[in-house]
């Protein structure tokens, strides 16, 4: 069974920074694209950063420059470092991926960016 658990979530002023993180078990871990989406409440989930196997990345233009996402393939984790964080990029963080055919997501960790 495909398990993702996220940590890290908080609040934070704006321009500041955060690190999330997502433990996964379940899967071959190093052989999967690992993903991380962020959704607002009534809005759909937005895919904002993949990281692939062989470590190539893509981000959505609306974190682009300001995220980093990152996967260690020892201990089965994928982080997220957000910099430069805008009250804007409020939302629930979840990290996902594509198995057995389907998709899997972890509960999400929430992230409030505010004065």
């Known amino acids: 069974q495909v398990h993702l658990v996220e940590s890290g979530g908080g609040l934070v002023q704006p321009g500041g920074s955060l690190r999330l993180s997502c433990a996964a078990s379940?899967?071959?871990?190093?052989?999967?694209?690992m993903k991380w989406y962020r959704q607002v409440l009534g809005k759909e989930r937005e895919l904002i950063a993949t990281i692939f196997n062989n470590q190539t990345t893509n981000y959505s233009d609306s974190v682009k420059g300001r995220f980093t996402i990152s996967r260690d393939n020892i201990w089965n984790r994928v982080d997220l470092q957000m910099n430069s964080l805008k009250p804007e990029d409020t939302a629930v963080y979840s990290c996902?991926?594509?198995?057995?055919?389907?998709?899997?997501w972890g509960r999400g960790t929430q992230v409030t960016v505010s004065s």
């Open positions: 996902g991926t594509r198995a057995f055919g389907r998709d899997f």
């Open positions: 379940g899967i071959n871990f190093r052989l999967y694209a």
